[in-house]
Every structure is written in structure tokens, then in C-alpha cells.
């Protein structure tokens, strides 16, 4: 998708598995854009950090996809 932007309260799905992600904080470090995921349903489990890419004009979380309408539950 062009244009897509990444931001707190998207819904990110694992690529090859069922498991889905919430965007819970965006921030940048050195030269680079982190996003913090944490697994929807699961408020105690660990977070992620994953660097965001840049890709043109939008941003993309590797291994990882938009859920559809953003609500995947």
C-alpha cells in the first residue's frame, strides 16, 4: 500500500501465523523509526520492538501485515 503510515492502535497480523499485534508506542532512535507492538488478548505478555521500514512514501513493519480493517479480533 502507498502511502501507509504506521500509528499507535493499529491492529498488525505475523505473517504464516494468526497472531495479531497492537501498535502501542512509535518512536525514533538514532536514524531509525521503532515500533512497540503488544499481542492483542494477551495484556501481561512481552513486547516487541521492530524497526519500522521505510518503503517510498509509506512505512512497512517486516513480517508483518496490516489486519484487515483494522480489527482482527
Do not use: C, H
Not at 518512536?27 to 515500533?35: D, K, P
Not at 512497540?36 to 520492538?49: D, H, W
Amino acid at each position: 500500500m502507498s502511502g501507509q503510515k504506521i500509528q499507535i492502535g493499529q491492529v498488525w497480523k505475523k505473517v504464516g501465523t494468526e497472531e495479531t499485534f497492537l501498535v502501542t508506542k512509535l518512536y525514533n532512535e538514532a536514524l531509525s523509526t521503532i515500533a512497540v507492538l503488544r499481542p492483542t488478548g494477551a495484556a501481561t505478555a512481552s513486547m516487541i520492538r521492530i524497526r519500522v521500514e521505510r518503503q517510498g512514501e509509506g512505512q512497512n513493519l517486516p513480517g508483518y501485515a496490516m489486519a484487515q480493517g483494522g480489527d482482527a479480533r
